[in-house]
């Protein structure tokens, strides 16, 4: 399950959300990204979901641990964001958004 | 900790009595770890292995991996979290591993886990499910039966959250388990527990701790098997090397005493010395210990020992821990053994080093690696009292004891010697009790006397064979090495010159008496002719003598018959006028 999840071709957030299967723990991940990038990075973001059961090699490629694992691939420098995405703030904190406020 | 749950502890005996027992244990193939555990780590389960920085842990493991992919046909993963897979492949070839040989045969695969604490963020809840995809596919790709997790711990300054990844960690290594893999996870010593997040929690079946001390500026390795469920196992602190040739750990190879007993002997490269052996040396795989204090020829007999055993084909090993191997090749030649020709063929190796290098244990163990690599059938050490110098005697007879049972076990002919430390100890406190190891005991001795020192040797004991009692003297000249009968008579035993002296002195007192023997017997035969030249005067004058008696009684005769014809004459000239009687007138 690679899903890419719409919108630029050059988008100035690449995003990448790893999972392991279709637990309650990625799909909740899954929703609160999208959430929060739709409040916060309207029109500037792209989601690449990787499902690490299918092709596994990606845990190791992508030097994956944890699940569900967020990663910021750009902009640079890379940052990583594990579980849920339940806490808004820290995720923006950990992409290093600035939140739109009253959004 | 002791605790053991009795369900592990049935499935063992389950497959101890299903399989045999090598398949129950899986053979780390590293030098005395499995004779300590009985065979190897617990088969598909995992074992911890924990210490302090820099005790080699990851050598313990890496070690475990390689042996077992190259040894055993058993592939491995080595998962490490601190280390990456460049820094770890160069460590390792010092040792002589090629993992990267090993990981194009698909015997190993290495995947470096990178964690980096400031890149992460935490957000609600999250699994560990990255590590298991990943490892399982490691495991998968190769077929591993052998999974290493070097240091798991670091996980734990990567990820904030404890409660999850403690979690995750009992699962993980349940998940090991079911999998029949077995693991090895290192871990970092802690301050109170085994290890410092506490793993041994969740890893019950092996624990091995290893540990580093130093003591008088040098550093022992240790290792001790904490627990191993399910099975005995060596609870001793065992020493450990890691050497050349990676780990050795210095076991116990007889908890008991079962070593063969051989009746083949073997000769000491001195005839005299054999013939106080019940002429014929000591028994193939016994000890010989060569007493004595500095200078009387300890290394000599040890040379002459090592070259004996070349000059029958045999290889020899000598560990010299007072000279380097050239100075010995020089010294000995200036008494005739030549150890050089053996170094060239290759029949003779000589480890020199200082003592100081390493702990007692650190050169015992080295000394086993030397011999299994060499299989030698002759090892001399020179001396062992150097190794054994100032330090704590509790410490050095269960190490020697451990060698020399190796020895024995190999059936090798070992000969020590040993410096007798100053004159006051008596000759068995000198000894640090090490004699009671040694089956044959030769003491030498300085005598001094008459302003010279000389070198004498006896047989203190020598376990089942008739032995010698007498002193000898030891000589050394340039002809090699040999020993003489002492002068023992007269009350007194001398040797060197004072022995030639008295010689000398009683083959002079011998010419002296037999001189005067010849004196007197000349003087005797003077004597007799002046005698009988005496005899022959008296009987002269005997006759002489007689001769004049007869010649005066001759003219006594004469006289009387002329005196008689006088008076005859005169009176027939008076014819008768007298008229005395007829006569005149007939």
Same mark, same amino acid.
């Given at each position: 399950?690679?899903?890419?999840?719409?919108?630029?071709?050059? &988008?100035?957030?690449?995003?990448?959300?790893?999972?392991?299967?279709?637990?309650?723990?990625?799909?909740?991940?899954f929703?609160?990204?999208?959430?929060?990038?739709?409040?916060?990075?309207?029109?500037?973001?792209?989601?690449?979901?990787?499902?690490?059961?299918?092709?596994?090699?990606?845990? &190791?490629?992508?030097?994956?641990?944890?699940?569900?694992?967020?990663?910021r691939?750009?902009?640079?420098?890379?940052?990583?964001?594990l579980?849920?995405?339940s806490?808004?703030?820290?995720?923006?904190?950990?992409?290093?958004?600035?939140?739109?406020?009253?959004? | 900790m002791?605790?053991?749950?009795?369900?592990?502890?049935?499935?063992?005996?389950?497959?101890l009595?299903?399989? #045999?027992?090598?398949?129950?244990?899986?053979?780390?193939?590293?030098q005395?770890?499995?004779e300590?555990?009985?065979?190897?780590? #617990?088969?598909?389960?995992?074992?911890?292995?924990?210490?302090?920085?820099?005790?080699?842990?990851?050598?313990?493991?890496?070690?475990?991996?390689?042996?077992?992919?190259?040894?055993?046909?058993?592939?491995?993963v080595?998962?490490?979290?601190?280390?990456?897979?460049?820094?770890?492949?160069?460590?390792?070839?010092?040792?002589?591993?090629?993992?990267?040989?090993l990981?194009?045969?698909?015997?190993?695969?290495?995947?470096?886990?990178?964690?980096?604490?400031?890149?992460?963020?935490?957000?609600?809840?999250?699994?560990?499910?990255?590590?298991?995809?990943?490892?399982?596919?490691?495991?998968?790709?190769?077929?591993?039966?052998?999974?290493?997790?070097d240091?798991?711990?670091?996980? $734990?300054?990567?990820?904030?959250?404890?409660?999850?990844?403690?979690?995750?960690l009992?699962?993980?290594?349940?998940?090991l388990k079911?999998?029949g893999?077995?693991?090895?996870?290192?871990?970092?010593k802690?301050?109170?527990?085994?290890?410092r997040?506490?793993?041994?929690?969740?890893?019950?079946?092996?624990?091995?701790?290893?540990?580093?001390?130093i003591?008088?500026?040098?550093?022992?390795?240790?290792?001790?098997?904490?627990?191993?469920?399910?099975?005995?196992h060596?609870?001793?602190?065992?020493?450990?090397?890691?050497?050349?040739r990676?780990?050795?750990?210095?076991?116990?190879?007889s908890?008991?005493?079962d %070593?063969?007993?051989?009746?083949?002997?073997?000769?000491?490269?001195?005839?005299?010395?054999?013939?106080?052996?019940?002429?014929?040396?000591?028994?193939?795989?016994?000890?010989?210990?060569?007493s004595?204090?500095?200078g009387?020829?300890?290394?000599?007999?040890?040379?002459?020992?090592?070259?004996?055993?070349?000059?029958?084909?045999?290889?020899?090993?000598l560990f010299?821990?007072?000279?380097?191997?050239?100075?010995i090749?020089?010294?000995?030649?200036?008494?005739g053994?030549?150890?050089?020709?053996?170094?060239?063929?290759?029949?003779?190796?000589? %480890?020199?080093?200082?003592?100081?290098? %390493?702990?007692?244990?650190q050169?015992?163990?080295?000394?086993?690696?030397?011999?299994?690599? $060499?299989?030698?059938?002759?090892?001399?050490?020179?001396?062992?009292?150097?190794?054994?110098?100032?330090?704590?005697?509790?410490?050095?007879?269960?190490t020697?004891?451990?060698?020399?049972?190796f020895?024995?076990?190999?059936?090798?002919?070992?000969?020590?010697?040993?410096l007798?430390?100053g004159?006051?100890?008596?000759l068995?406190?000198?000894?640090?009790?090490?004699?009671?190891?040694?089956?044959?005991?030769?003491?030498?001795?300085?005598?001094?006397?008459?302003?010279?020192r000389?070198?004498?040797?006896?047989?203190?004991?020598?376990r089942?064979?008739? %032995?010698?009692?007498?002193?000898?003297? $030891?000589?050394?000249?340039?002809?090699?090495?040999?020993?003489?009968?002492?002068?023992?008579?007269?009350?007194?035993v001398?040797t060197?010159t004072?022995?030639?002296?008295?010689?000398?002195?009683?083959?002079?007192?011998?010419?002296?008496r037999?001189q005067d023997h010849?004196?007197?017997?000349?003087?005797?035969?003077?004597?007799?002719?002046?005698?009988?030249?005496?005899?022959?005067?008296?009987?002269?004058?005997?006759?002489?003598?007689?001769?004049?008696?007869?010649?005066?009684?001759?003219?006594?005769?004469?006289?009387?018959k002329?005196?008689?014809?006088?008076?005859?004459?005169?009176?027939?000239?008076?014819?008768?006028?007298?008229?005395?009687?007829?006569q005149?007138?007939g």
């Amino acid at each position: 399950m690679t899903t890419q999840t719409s919108c630029p071709a050059a &988008a100035a957030f690449e995003l990448r959300l790893y999972v392991a299967g279709q637990t309650a723990k990625s799909l909740a991940a899954f929703a609160n990204l999208k959430r929060i990038c739709e409040t916060h990075l309207a029109g500037q973001y792209r989601i690449e979901v990787i499902d690490l059961t299918k092709p596994p090699q990606l845990a &190791a490629t992508g030097q994956i641990l944890a699940v569900p694992t967020l990663v910021r691939r750009l902009p640079e420098p890379g940052r990583k964001i594990l579980g849920d995405l339940s806490n808004e703030k820290r995720v923006l904190a950990g992409l290093d958004i600035q939140p739109v406020m009253g959004g | 900790m002791t605790k053991r749950s009795s369900n592990g502890e049935t499935i063992g005996q389950q497959e101890l009595s299903k399989r #045999p027992p090598a398949l129950f244990k899986a053979p780390t193939g590293i030098q005395g770890l499995d004779e300590i555990t009985g065979g190897g780590l #617990p088969a598909g389960r995992p074992t911890l292995i924990c210490g302090s920085a820099g005790c080699g842990k990851t050598m313990l493991a890496m070690e475990f991996l390689v042996r077992g992919a190259t040894q055993f046909g058993e592939p491995g993963v080595f998962m490490m979290f601190e280390e990456n897979a460049a820094d770890l492949t160069a460590n390792v070839r010092s040792l002589g591993f090629d993992l990267d040989k090993l990981a194009q045969q698909k015997m190993i695969l290495l995947d470096y886990v990178h964690i980096e604490r400031s890149e992460i963020e935490e957000t609600g809840e999250y699994d560990l499910e990255g590590l298991f995809i990943r490892l399982g596919h490691a495991i998968d790709s190769i077929g591993a039966k052998r999974v290493v997790l070097d240091t798991v711990e670091a996980l $734990f300054a990567g990820l904030p959250n404890h409660a999850i990844l403690r979690a995750e960690l009992r699962r993980l290594f349940r998940w090991l388990k079911d999998r029949g893999i077995t693991a090895v996870i290192t871990g970092e010593k802690g301050e109170s527990t085994i290890t410092r997040y506490g793993l041994e929690e969740y890893v019950a079946d092996c624990v091995i701790i290893l540990d580093q001390r130093i003591s008088e500026q040098i550093c022992t390795r240790r290792l001790r098997v904490v627990k191993y469920r399910g099975t005995a196992h060596g609870t001793n602190e065992y020493p450990f090397l890691i050497g050349e040739r990676g780990f050795s750990v210095l076991p116990i190879t007889s908890l008991q005493l079962d %070593h063969k007993a051989s009746v083949a002997r073997v000769p000491t490269g001195i005839e005299r010395l054999d013939e106080m052996l019940g002429g014929q040396g000591v028994f193939r795989g016994s000890s010989v210990l060569v007493s004595g204090s500095s200078g009387t020829g300890k290394s000599s007999i040890g040379a002459k020992f090592v070259d004996a055993a070349c000059s029958r084909g045999e290889k020899a090993l000598l560990f010299a821990y007072e000279e380097s191997s050239a100075q010995i090749v020089r010294n000995m030649r200036s008494i005739g053994i030549d150890l050089e020709p053996w170094l060239k063929k290759g029949l003779l190796q000589i %480890h020199a080093s200082r003592p100081t290098l %390493h702990g007692l244990e650190q050169h015992l163990v080295m000394m086993h690696d030397a011999v299994r690599s $060499f299989r030698p059938a002759v090892v001399v050490a020179d001396p062992i009292s150097n190794l054994t110098f100032e330090r704590r005697e509790p410490e050095v007879k269960p190490t020697l004891m451990r060698l020399t049972d190796f020895l024995k076990q190999q059936q090798i002919t070992t000969l020590f010697t040993s410096l007798n430390s100053g004159g006051g100890a008596t000759l068995e406190d000198s000894q640090m009790g090490v004699s009671s190891l040694m089956d044959t005991w030769l003491l030498l001795r300085n005598v001094e006397f008459n302003g010279e020192r000389n070198r004498t040797i006896y047989v203190l004991k020598s376990r089942g064979m008739a %032995h010698s009692n007498q002193v000898r003297e $030891f000589v050394m000249s340039d002809e090699g090495v040999d020993l003489v009968d002492v002068y023992a008579g007269d009350d007194r035993v001398l040797t060197g010159t004072a022995r030639v002296a008295q010689e000398a002195h009683e083959r002079a007192a011998d010419e002296v008496r037999q001189q005067d023997h010849r004196r007197k017997l000349l003087h005797l035969a003077g004597k007799r002719k002046a005698i009988e030249a005496q005899i022959a005067a008296l009987q002269v004058e005997a006759e002489s003598e007689a001769a004049e008696v007869n010649f005066a009684i001759a003219q006594e005769t004469l006289l009387e018959k002329t005196a008689l014809q006088n008076s005859k004459a005169m009176a027939h000239l008076r014819g008768g006028a007298a008229g005395s009687n007829g006569q005149a007138k007939g």
